[in-house]
């Protein structure tokens, strides 16, 4: 761990509102209201270092710290202990951490623990902060802001939003001289495609990943149908859902549209480096939109994106993380001012760029995007633009035993993909495990 320390003070710096947030109390414009705000945090009139904690690389660390030192500079009492590293074992750390009362007053999550989160009282409760705009969420999507809430109660705030991708190889499009694959393309058309450039490469390479273990696949294609992945703490969907859903794949495989089982097992574990459309092995993949910069740099093919295939009303806007809160920190108004200014702030915006998705805050995004240079950027922001008016209603974020779901239909895709199970014995293994992995 290292401290950010405060720089000098910035002209301009809005006194009232970061002693309304020490406070833990609304702003109320006026000299009277200053005074009580002064008078209110005589009690907490010192230092104060907040403990923040965040997955990602290189990148995501240096925007991150720069717009932290940013806010220091406009409010020098509050100063940051940061940490980060990579994904794995990220979760295994905030539990222990906060099994024993410490864990980071502000941290990163994804929809994957958010509900389990908010149950189990880690997440510190925003939505009294969001009522009266000391946490200004207005700028935010409605759907993108109501993703971060678990049974009505704000306990996430959308670090930034991102949609399901398809990414693919431009210029080996081009080579085979094989129409481009756009937005809007059914599920069907697809496979379609893809065999068609399995052909044309003459098997060289394969159309597409195999997404039957996807659950962002699975999820979309649901949507598409009128369905959802869960319903309250339970499945969304029937086991005849989920067997169409892994025979449409098996179909694909016998038409030679997706490569062979041990390649797709290798890009399941979710390494972008493994990621088949950069290894060279299929034209398209599937991973988050915001991830395109990243995988552009791992490939001399020039990448674009599009929606999944199916109608873009399955997607919603998406946080690709949350920024959440530490139930149990000592200063809870500081961290709520803290995230408002990573969510509404311009200059800290452009500071973070579209390293984790578009910028939440519309109004912010906007002003990011007219500075972008960098051409994969320029196709997230574009992509997001073209789904603003196709994306459906949000769902509730998943319930807890979602992790071990995510797994689940990984492993029942790989059975039956390497010939080890049949689709319907697959299919009624992964409903009893995982209806007893979401009862517990």
Same mark, same amino acid.
């Given at each position: 761990?290292r401290a950010l320390h405060p720089a000098p003070p910035?002209?301009?710096?809005?006194?009232?509102?970061?002693?309304?947030?020490?406070?833990?109390?609304?702003?109320?414009?006026?000299?009277?209201?200053?005074?009580?705000?002064?008078?209110?945090?005589?009690?907490?009139?010192?230092?104060?270092?907040?403990?923040?904690?965040?997955?990602?690389?290189?990148?995501?660390?240096?925007?991150?710290?720069?717009?932290? $030192?940013?806010?220091?500079?406009?409010? @020098?009492?509050?100063?940051? /202990?940061?940490? !980060?590293?990579? *994904?794995? %074992?990220?979760?295994?750390?905030?539990?222990?951490?906060?099994?024993?009362?410490?864990?980071?007053?502000?941290?990163?999550?994804?929809?994957?623990?958010?509900?389990?989160?908010?149950?189990?009282?880690?997440?510190?409760?925003?939505?009294?902060?969001?009522?009266?705009?000391?946490?200004?969420?207005r700028g935010l999507p409605p759907g993108l802001a109501?993703?971060?809430?678990?049974?009505?109660?704000?306990?996430?705030?959308?670090?930034?939003?991102?949609?399901?991708?398809?990414?693919?190889?431009?210029?080996?499009?081009?080579?085979?001289?094989?129409?481009?694959?756009?937005?809007?393309?059914?599920?069907?058309?697809?496979?379609?495609?893809?065999?068609?450039?399995?052909?044309?490469?003459?098997? $060289?390479?394969?159309?597409?990943?195999? @997404?039957?273990?996807?659950? /962002?696949?699975? !999820?979309?294609? *649901?949507? %598409?149908?009128?369905?959802?992945?869960?319903?309250?703490?339970?499945?969304?969907?029937?086991?005849?859902?989920?067997?169409?859903?892994?025979?449409?794949?098996?179909?694909?495989?016998?038409?030679?549209?997706?490569?062979?089982?041990?390649?797709?097992?290798?890009?399941?574990?979710?390494?972008?480096?493994?990621?088949?459309?950069?290894?060279?092995?299929?034209?398209?993949?599937?991973?988050?939109?915001?991830?395109?910069?990243?995988?552009?740099?791992?490939?001399?093919?020039?990448?674009?994106?599009?929606?999944?295939?199916?109608?873009?009303?399955?997607?919603?806007?998406?946080?690709?993380?949350?920024?959440?809160?530490?139930?149990?920190?000592?200063?809870?108004?500081?961290?709520?001012?803290?995230?408002?200014?990573?969510?509404?702030?311009?200059?800290?915006?452009?500071?973070?760029?579209?390293?984790?998705?578009?910028?939440?805050?519309?109004?912010?995004?906007?002003?990011?995007?007219?500075?972008?240079?960098?051409?994969?950027?320029?196709?997230?922001?574009?992509?997001?633009?073209?789904?603003?008016?196709?994306?459906?209603?949000?769902?509730?974020?998943?319930?807890?035993?979602?992790?071990?779901?995510?797994?689940?239909?990984?492993?029942?895709?790989?059975?039956?993909?390497?010939?080890?199970?049949?689709?319907?014995?697959?299919?009624?293994?992964?409903?009893?495990?995982?209806?007893?992995?979401?009862?517990?």
């Amino acid at each position: 761990m290292r401290a950010l320390h405060p720089a000098p003070p910035h002209p301009g710096v809005d006194r009232r509102r970061f002693l309304g947030a020490l406070g833990g109390l609304p702003l109320v414009a006026g000299g009277l209201a200053g005074c009580a705000a002064e008078e209110r945090t005589q009690v907490d009139d010192g230092p104060i270092e907040l403990s923040v904690f965040w997955w990602g690389g290189t990148r995501r660390a240096e925007a991150t710290e720069k717009a932290l $030192r940013l806010y220091s500079q406009q409010n @020098p009492r509050v100063s940051f /202990r940061v940490t !980060w590293q990579n *994904l794995t %074992g990220y979760y295994d750390r905030i539990a222990t951490q906060a099994a024993g009362g410490n864990a980071p007053d502000l941290f990163q999550i994804d929809d994957t623990l958010l509900t389990e989160y908010a149950q189990r009282q880690i997440a510190l409760d925003l939505t009294d902060y969001v009522a009266d705009n000391r946490l200004d969420l207005r700028g935010l999507p409605p759907g993108l802001a109501r993703y971060g809430q678990v049974a009505e109660r704000t306990v996430g705030v959308a670090a930034a939003q991102t949609a399901a991708a398809l990414v693919w190889n431009r210029d080996l499009v081009r080579r085979l001289n094989v129409p481009e694959p756009h937005t809007g393309m059914s599920w069907r058309d697809y496979v379609e495609w893809a065999g068609r450039v399995t052909r044309a490469s003459g098997g $060289r390479v394969a159309g597409t990943m195999d @997404p039957s273990g996807d659950y /962002r696949a699975f !999820w979309l294609w *649901l949507r %598409g149908q009128g369905g959802e992945l869960y319903q309250g703490r339970q499945l969304g969907f029937s086991s005849a859902a989920l067997l169409d859903w892994f025979e449409f794949w098996q179909v694909a495989r016998s038409r030679r549209a997706t490569p062979s089982a041990a390649l797709v097992e290798q890009a399941d574990s979710g390494d972008l480096t493994r990621q088949l459309v950069v290894t060279g092995h299929t034209a398209a993949s599937f991973a988050w939109s915001h991830q395109l910069p990243e995988l552009q740099r791992y490939t001399d093919d020039e990448l674009a994106v599009s929606s999944f295939p199916g109608t873009p009303v399955a997607q919603w806007p998406r946080a690709s993380m949350y920024w959440a809160g530490f139930r149990g920190t000592r200063h809870p108004g500081v961290v709520v001012d803290v995230l408002n200014f990573l969510t509404t702030n311009v200059a800290a915006g452009r500071i973070l760029g579209f390293e984790r998705g578009l910028n939440a805050s519309v109004p912010v995004r906007k002003f990011v995007q007219e500075g972008v240079t960098d051409l994969a950027q320029k196709r997230v922001a574009a992509l997001g633009t073209a789904l603003d008016d196709l994306l459906g209603p949000a769902p509730t974020p998943p319930p807890k035993g979602h992790a071990k779901v995510r797994t689940l239909l990984i492993a029942a895709a790989e059975s039956i993909r390497s010939g080890r199970s049949g689709a319907r014995a697959a299919t009624s293994r992964f409903m009893a495990q995982a209806n007893a992995a979401l009862a517990v």
